[in-house]
Nanobody, 123 residues
């Protein structure tokens, strides 16, 4: 069975940086798109970044554009989310997820999810 394992979360102050990693195992050749989603306390899960595996084209939510960067390293079966200029509103549990078809912000279209990694940004 395939799985995703996130790491890299933690606590930072406003303006700081964190890099999240998502390691893919068990199905490294069949995913088409990876998305990073986040869910804050009492909030819905929303997408913040996604990347087409074949082209490497990234897409970002307006709330993180210019601050977050998604990238992939196929040799390491890993997708990264570099988060700079962190703000308190970035505080959330972050999840990576993959889909073998399409690439959208619709979380229901993603079929494999990691367990999440917590990011906390203090002011």
């Amino acid at each position: 069975l395939g799985q995703l394992v996130e790491s890299g979360g933690g606590s930072e102050q406003t303006g700081g940086s964190l890099r999240l990693s998502c390691v893919i195992s068990g199905y490294t050749d069949t995913w088409a798109c990876m998305g990073w989603f986040r869910q804050g306390p009492g909030a819905e899960r929303v997408g913040v970044a996604r990347i087409w595996r074949a082209s490497g084209n990234p897409y970002y939510a307006d709330s993180v554009k210019g601050r977050f960067t998604i990238s992939q390293n196929d040799a390491k079966n890993t997708v990264y989310l570099q988060m700079n200029s962190l703000k308190p509103e970035d505080t959330a549990m972050y999840y990576c997820a993959t889909t073998s078809w399409g690439c959208s912000w619709n979380s229901e279209s993603y079929d494999t999810w990691g367990q999440g990694t917590q990011v906390t940004v203090s002011s």
